[in-house]
Every structure is written in C-alpha cells, then in structure tokens.
C-alpha cells in the first residue's frame, strides 16, 4: 500500500514538473499559465480525496435505511488530546426484502454517549455469535421521544449533529422453513 502511494506521488510531481517547465517556456499569458497550474492542483486534491475512498477508508455518508452490522469499533472522545470520538461500523446493506445487497463498507459516525451504549450493546452480542441487523432511525431511539420534536438525521445546519444518525440494532430472526413430510418407502 505504500508503495502504491510513492507510485502515485511521484506521477503527481512527473506532471507537476512537466507542467511548470512548459509554463516556463511557452509564451501563453501569465493569466493563462496561473490557470492551468490551479486547475492541475485542483485535479491532484480530487484525486487524492478519490484515491482515499478507493482505499476504504471509512466514510462518512449517511447510513443505508436497512443494513446487517458485522463489527464495531469505539473511539472514546479524548478532553486531554481534544480528539472527538468516533463510532465505526462496518455493514452491509440490505434491500427491502431484508437480502444482502452490495459490499461490507465501513461508517464513521459522530460519537455520543447514547448511541456509544447502543454500539456497545451491539458489540457484545455480536462477540456472542447473534447476527444483528440495524435500522436507520430520524430521531433519539428513545420511546420517551413519541410526540417530541426529533432532528432529522441529513440535517447539516451548523455544527455537525453530535450522535448523528441515530440507529436502532435488532436480532435476526431464524429462518422460517416449511414443515419436513415423511416419506414411507413402501
């Protein structure tokens, strides 16, 4: 993975040096010349940010509808570092028939005691061999919250909201089989 990161740099400043030695020797305008090399940069961050997404990275996009967990892990928020901490979840979608859709992809959600102690919870049963499933939640898991006002969780206004989204885990229920008949040989 390194290395594939010295191969990407390195091309980055083949063509940074390229570009600078046709600006230096070329007789474009000084307005046209400023142009093409922010354009260029503009493309190296875009790639960069894509290049990091292709790695897996976890992301930070809202959270499927429907989705089978797989694991966690917690990061406590640090006061001493002032680091905020994280919840990773690492699922797969689900379609609306409760199948597996897609790849697993890792989260990164905002961290906040409540959803913390549902991630928690989650954890250990999955530590136990349950599969779980979760489910995407517009609100405060709570069934106190009925009739109260809920954030919505793709709200952006401001500070990104702490705890958001809010989700929900429950247990995979067995498969229902049909009943086995007894065939008699006769």
């Known amino acids: 993975m390194l290395e594939e990161r010295l191969i990407l740099i390195f091309a980055y400043l083949f063509i940074a040096i390229l570009l600078l030695s046709i600006c230096l020797h070329t007789s474009f305008s000084k307005k046209t010349k400023l142009l093409t090399i922010i354009i260029s940069t503009g493309f190296y961050i875009t790639t960069w940010k894509g290049y990091e997404s292709i790695l897996g990275w976890p992301t930070f996009e809202e959270l499927p509808e429907n989705f089978q967990i797989n694991w966690a ?39 906040n005691e409540d959803n913390q102690k549902l991630v928690q919870s989650a954890l250990h049963k999955l530590q136990e061999g349950e599969q779980l499933n979760g489910k995407k939640t517009y609100g405060v898991v709570n ?27 429950f247990e995979v229920p067995p498969p229902s089989l049909p009943p086995k008949t007894l065939i008699l040989d006769n």
């Open 143 to 169: 069934k106190d919250n009925e009739g109260k006002e809920s954030t919505q969780y793709d709200q952006t206004s401001g500070e990104p909201e702490e705890g958001g989204p809010s989700f929900e885990f």
């Open 73 to 111: 892990i917690i990061e406590e928020p640090d006061k001493r570092l002032k680091k905020e901490g994280s919840l990773y979840l690492w699922i797969i979608e689900l379609d609306e028939f409760g199948k597996k859709f897609g790849k697993p992809r890792s989260y990164n959600l905002y961290w």
